[in-house]
């Protein structure tokens, strides 16, 4: 599993070009999904044992070319999903003026309070203490032996000592139950603004589109993270808590190839637009056949990425006639900044090449869901 997420032949696909596999998988898994209930715009909310991951689709995979993960610059495609600290085995803590969640977590050992290892309070704990994790509905695993079930009654403790603290410093008193949903609000909040960061600073009104929710721990947080955003629609998929897994069954097998243009756009640069598609076409053909595919399963799309002159940040269009181009980049760049200048010059960034091919294994894999 790519990051751009593609499948490849183990034997050509490189470790810079598989670093956000997981995610990406839960990507395509969540667009999948997702069209089979008839639902095509979704925001993914990917929350996890230590971090949450979002990510839009309007249609189409987003992805970038240049980006950093854990502070590393990659200059690889991959999917373009937004990272942040707050995950169900994330820290709480009180610094005796706020309720902070993250970024530091408890991981999976200790791993929370309730795990019976003397973990520290997260955000799972808070999740315990106002009733949406129940100890019945577990099985006996935790504990240095892994054969108790989950502690509350630790939870309630620590969530009191906290309220205490708290009594303490600011003379206010606080349940253990209130005190956690503070910490939720807080974790919620995070969440929400990671959403607002792939949607609302791109130009998308987030209620056009469905949560789309998974991770092991998103279903828990799905309905306050939509109403903070004034998001209509949930979508949770029986197999949510596995779906970046299931997501690498439905992917197709795919290559990407690019190469960076640096002209002006304009009607001498698009013969050599058409020229360098081609070439990237005819590689990327060639490195999925010599993979095995048959090379009538193949699909190609070409995109541009055009930005004005002297700015940072190119959009893609698809490769077509001069005049498309300039209508589909003014669109696009309007969309996502809110203006246009199209007596402006425009430059093209680079040249971006997909070829795909549909398994067997991802068509079978597909199957509509039953309603009740």
Excluded at 8 to 36: E, Y
Excluded at 97 to 110: C, H, I, M, T
Excluded at 210 to 237: S, Y
Excluded at 261 to 273: D, K, S, T, Y
Aim: proline share 5%; hydrophobic share 45%.
């Amino acid at each position: 599993m790519q990051s751009n997420g593609g499948l490849a032949d183990a034997a050509a696909c490189t470790g810079k070009d598989a670093i956000l596999s997981g995610p990406a998988g839960g990507i395509v898994g969540a667009v999948r999904t997702a069209a089979q209930a008839g639902v095509s715009h979704i925001i993914g909310f990917d929350m996890g044992g230590t971090s949450t991951d979002v990510a839009l689709h309007a249609g189409v995979f987003e992805r970038t070319f240049d980006g950093q993960v854990a502070g590393v610059r990659v200059r690889a495609p991959m999917m373009a999903i937004h990272s942040v600290a707050a995950g169900g085995g994330s820290i709480l803590r009180y610094d005796g003026a706020r309720f902070r969640v993250g970024p530091e977590s408890a991981g999976a050992d200790p791993g929370p309070a309730c795990y019976r290892r003397g973990g520290p309070l997260t955000v799972t704990d808070a999740n315990v203490c106002v009733g949406k994790i129940q100890p019945r509905h577990f099985p006996s695993i935790f504990g240095p032996n892994g054969d108790m079930p989950i502690d509350d009654c630790i939870v309630r403790e620590r969530f009191a000592a906290l309220g205490a603290e708290v009594e303490r410093k600011k003379g206010t008193a606080s349940d253990p139950r209130a005190i956690a949903a503070g910490f939720l609000r807080v974790a919620v909040s995070h969440m929400a603004n990671a959403i607002k960061q792939v949607s609302l600073e791109k130009g998308h009104d987030v209620a056009e589109f469905a949560l789309q929710c998974f991770g092991g721990a998103g279903g828990q947080h799905a309905c306050l993270v939509a109403e903070e955003l004034g998001m209509r629609r949930i979508l949770i998929h029986p197999l949510a808590g596995v779906l970046s897994a299931y997501g690498m069954g439905l992917a197709d097998q795919s290559l990407q190839r690019e190469r960076a243009i640096e002209r002006a756009l304009n009607p001498g640069v698009m013969p050599h637009l058409a020229e360098v598609a081609a070439q990237l076409e005819t590689g990327a053909h060639a490195g999925l056949v010599a993979q095995g595919v048959r090379e009538r399963q193949l699909e190609s799309h070409c995109q541009v990425h055009l930005q004005y002159a002297g700015a940072d940040s190119a959009l893609p269009v698809p490769l077509g006639s001069l005049e498309e181009m300039q209508a589909a980049f003014t669109a696009a760049h309007r969309l996502r900044f809110g203006f246009a200048t199209p007596e402006r010059a425009i430059w093209v960034a680079l040249v971006a090449v997909e070829v795909t091919a549909v398994g067997a294994r991802a068509r079978a894999a597909v199957r509509p869901l039953r309603g009740r």
